[in-house]
């Protein structure tokens, strides 16, 4: 029993971390929440199996990272830094000093 609400409770942390990872486009996650809802007939989970696919081919790193963040987050405390975007500018720590 405990295996099971460790698991629930961990799916649910890596959608909170994927619902706020901005690397995702918005109306993808958009269609996650109405995935979601509790919305009676097949509706709900025909729009989470099309939305299944481009999430599983696209963007498998950023699950994979969501889950491993799920694991090493609390449900009280979040450590987690927001995803940073470089954009392939270089800081002065990165570039090497001649000698």
């Known amino acids: 029993m405990r295996a099971t609400v460790r698991f629930v409770s961990r799916s649910i942390r890596a959608v909170k971390v994927l619902a706020t ?3 995702i486009p918005r109306p993808l996650r958009w269609l996650v929440v109405i995935g979601l809802l509790p ?3 097949p509706v709900d989970e025909a729009v989470l199996l099309i939305v299944a696919v481009p999430l ?3 963007y498998r790193p950023m699950m994979r990272e969501a889950w491993q ?3 090493n987050t609390s449900l009280l405390v979040k450590t987690l830094d ?3 975007r470089d954009f392939g ?3 002065p720590a ?3 000093k001649p000698s």
Do not use: L, S
């Open 21 to 23: 990872d901005g690397r």
């Open 39 to 41: 919305i009676p007939g």
């Open 56 to 58: 599983f081919v696209f």
């Open 69 to 71: 963040q799920a694991d």
């Open 82 to 84: 927001p995803p940073r």
């Open 89 to 91: 500018r270089r800081r």
């Open 94 to 96: 990165d570039i090497a």
